[in-house]
C-alpha cells in the first residue's frame, strides 16, 4: 500500500512528459540531443580565450535551426565533447564522418572529397612536386570561407518574394506526406539549385585573404583582388547588391566543377589561364560570342599609375572632365536658385532719389 501511494502522483508527470516531446517543433528536436542550449542558448555568452581573444559561446537555436547543419548534432562536428561540463574544446575538422546518412549511396556523408580538390589547388599546402610552399600556413582552410549558411531557396513567383514557393510544395505533398521532409529537403534542393551567397558575399569572403596587403606582400600576388574588383562595372554592381553579375567564383572554377578547383594562373587547368580565359568571358550566361583579345584586358587593374598608367591616366581624364562639366552647370544652378528666392537682391549700393 505504501508503494503504490508514492508511484502514483508520478504517472500525470510521465504522461505529461511524453505529449510535450512528442508535440516539440520538428527543430527543436533535431541536433541539440545532448541538450547542449541548457549553456548555450544564454546572449552574450563567452569566454577570452588563451590569446586573449574574445570567443562568443552563444546559439541562437531559430537562426540554426533554419540552417544547412541544422541536423547535424553538436556532438557530430564537437567530436570531442563526451560529457558535460566539458574542457575547451578543439577546432571543428570538416572532414569528419557526419552522422547524417548520405542518400544516394546510403552511407555516412563527409566532406572528406574537398580535401583532394583543396590540396590540388592553388590554395593547397603543397607544391607539385610534394614540398610545403613558402608561407602555408596563410592557406585557407574551412572555416576560413566557409560559415553556417541558410538555406536560400529559390523564389519561383517572378521573383517577387523570396523563399518557400507554396505551388512547388503543393507538387512535393503529391507523394510525400510528411511536412517536416518536404520542407527540409525542398530547402535543401532548391538551395542548390543557385549561390548560397552574393556576389558581394562572396567578395569579401575572398577580401580577407586577398585584400591584406602583407598576406598579398608575402605571396607575390599582383594585385589587391577584392579592392580592384570592386572598381570595375562588376564591382560596382555587385556593391549595389546585384545578383546577376559574376563574382569571383564564376571566373576562377571551371564550371561545373567544385568551387574548391582552382588553380594559379599559370596553371592551363585554370580558368584563368591566357589560353581558356575566353572562354569565361564568352560563355552563355555572360558574353556570349566574345573574343579571346576581349578576354585578355586587366581584370584586376587598379588605380596605380605606376601597374596599369594607361587606364590611370584615363580615368584621371574622366574624373577632371566630369568636374569641369559639372562643376560650373552646378554654380549656374546655385546664382539662378538665388535670383528666384531674392529677386531684388544686389551688390551695387542703390542710389538714394533726390
Same mark, same amino acid.
Given at each position: 500500500m505504501r508503494l503504490k501511494s508514492r508511484s502514483r502522483p508520478l504517472w500525470p508527470l510521465s504522461i505529461l512528459t511524453l505529449l510535450v516531446i512528442y508535440f516539440l517543433p520538428a527543430g527543436a528536436q533535431g541536433s541539440d540531443v545532448g541538450n547542449c542550449l541548457l549553456c548555450h542558448k544564454y546572449p552574450g555568452l563567452s569566454r577570452v580565450d588563451e590569446n586573449a581573444e574574445m570567443r562568443l559561446l552563444y546559439v541562437?537555436? @531559430?537562426i540554426f535551426n533554419q540552417s544547412v547543419h541544422a541536423k547535424v548534432k553538436c556532438e557530430g562536428c564537437h567530436t570531442d565533447i563526451t560529457k558535460i561540463p566539458h574542457?575547451?574544446?578543439?577546432?571543428?575538422d570538416c572532414l569528419v564522418l557526419c552522422h547524417i546518412i548520405e542518400p544516394a549511396e546510403e552511407q555516412k556523408f563527409s566532406h572528406k572529397s574537398v @580535401?583532394?580538390?583543396?590540396a590540388d589547388s592553388v590554395h593547397g599546402k603543397m607544391d607539385e612536386h610534394g614540398k610545403e610552399k613558402p608561407f602555408s600556413e596563410d592557406m585557407p582552410t574551412c572555416k576560413d570561407c566557409h560559415d553556417n549558411p541558410m538555406f536560400r531557396?529559390?523564389?519561383?513567383?517572378k521573383k517577387v518574394r523570396p523563399g518557400i514557393a507554396e505551388d512547388a510544395l503543393g507538387r512535393c505533398r503529391v507523394c510525400h506526406k510528411k511536412e517536416e521532409f518536404i520542407y527540409r529537403f525542398y530547402n535543401h534542393v532548391t538551395t542548390r539549385l543557385h549561390k548560397s551567397r552574393s556576389p558581394l558575399n562572396i567578395a569579401e569572403s575572398c577580401a580577407r585573404c586577398h585584400d591584406d596587403p602583407e598576406l598579398v606582400a608575402r605571396h607575390n600576388l599582383s594585385t589587391m583582388a577584392r579592392g580592384s574588383y570592386g572598381q570595375t562595372f562588376h564591382g560596382k554592381a555587385a556593391n549595389l547588391l546585384d545578383e546577376s553579375v559574376p563574382d569571383?567564383?564564376?571566373c576562377h572554377v571551371p564550371k561545373g566543377q567544385s568551387v574548391h578547383q582552382m588553380h594559379g594562373n599559370d596553371d592551363i587547368r585554370a580558368t584563368t589561364h591566357p589560353e581558356n580565359r575566353g572562354q569565361i568571358c564568352g560563355s552563355v550566361d555572360c558574353h556570349p560570342g566574345a573574343s579571346q583579345q576581349f578576354a585578355n584586358y586587366?581584370?584586376?587593374?587598379e588605380f596605380n599609375k605606376e601597374q596599369s598608367p594607361v587606364i590611370y591616366w584615363?580615368?584621371?581624364?574622366?574624373?577632371?572632365?566630369t568636374g569641369a562639366t559639372l562643376l560650373p552647370l552646378m554654380g549656374i544652378l546655385f546664382l539662378d536658385l538665388l535670383r528666384r528666392l531674392f529677386p531684388n537682391a544686389s551688390f551695387r549700393r542703390r542710389k538714394e532719389k533726390p
Amino acid at each position: 500500500m505504501r508503494l503504490k501511494s508514492r508511484s502514483r502522483p508520478l504517472w500525470p508527470l510521465s504522461i505529461l512528459t511524453l505529449l510535450v516531446i512528442y508535440f516539440l517543433p520538428a527543430g527543436a528536436q533535431g541536433s541539440d540531443v545532448g541538450n547542449c542550449l541548457l549553456c548555450h542558448k544564454y546572449p552574450g555568452l563567452s569566454r577570452v580565450d588563451e590569446n586573449a581573444e574574445m570567443r562568443l559561446l552563444y546559439v541562437n537555436e @531559430e537562426i540554426f535551426n533554419q540552417s544547412v547543419h541544422a541536423k547535424v548534432k553538436c556532438e557530430g562536428c564537437h567530436t570531442d565533447i563526451t560529457k558535460i561540463p566539458h574542457e575547451p574544446v578543439k577546432p571543428v575538422d570538416c572532414l569528419v564522418l557526419c552522422h547524417i546518412i548520405e542518400p544516394a549511396e546510403e552511407q555516412k556523408f563527409s566532406h572528406k572529397s574537398v @580535401e583532394k580538390f583543396l590540396a590540388d589547388s592553388v590554395h593547397g599546402k603543397m607544391d607539385e612536386h610534394g614540398k610545403e610552399k613558402p608561407f602555408s600556413e596563410d592557406m585557407p582552410t574551412c572555416k576560413d570561407c566557409h560559415d553556417n549558411p541558410m538555406f536560400r531557396p529559390l523564389a519561383f513567383v517572378k521573383k517577387v518574394r523570396p523563399g518557400i514557393a507554396e505551388d512547388a510544395l503543393g507538387r512535393c505533398r503529391v507523394c510525400h506526406k510528411k511536412e517536416e521532409f518536404i520542407y527540409r529537403f525542398y530547402n535543401h534542393v532548391t538551395t542548390r539549385l543557385h549561390k548560397s551567397r552574393s556576389p558581394l558575399n562572396i567578395a569579401e569572403s575572398c577580401a580577407r585573404c586577398h585584400d591584406d596587403p602583407e598576406l598579398v606582400a608575402r605571396h607575390n600576388l599582383s594585385t589587391m583582388a577584392r579592392g580592384s574588383y570592386g572598381q570595375t562595372f562588376h564591382g560596382k554592381a555587385a556593391n549595389l547588391l546585384d545578383e546577376s553579375v559574376p563574382d569571383c567564383l564564376d571566373c576562377h572554377v571551371p564550371k561545373g566543377q567544385s568551387v574548391h578547383q582552382m588553380h594559379g594562373n599559370d596553371d592551363i587547368r585554370a580558368t584563368t589561364h591566357p589560353e581558356n580565359r575566353g572562354q569565361i568571358c564568352g560563355s552563355v550566361d555572360c558574353h556570349p560570342g566574345a573574343s579571346q583579345q576581349f578576354a585578355n584586358y586587366q581584370v584586376h587593374a587598379e588605380f596605380n599609375k605606376e601597374q596599369s598608367p594607361v587606364i590611370y591616366w584615363f580615368t584621371t581624364f574622366f574624373i577632371i572632365l566630369t568636374g569641369a562639366t559639372l562643376l560650373p552647370l552646378m554654380g549656374i544652378l546655385f546664382l539662378d536658385l538665388l535670383r528666384r528666392l531674392f529677386p531684388n537682391a544686389s551688390f551695387r549700393r542703390r542710389k538714394e532719389k533726390p
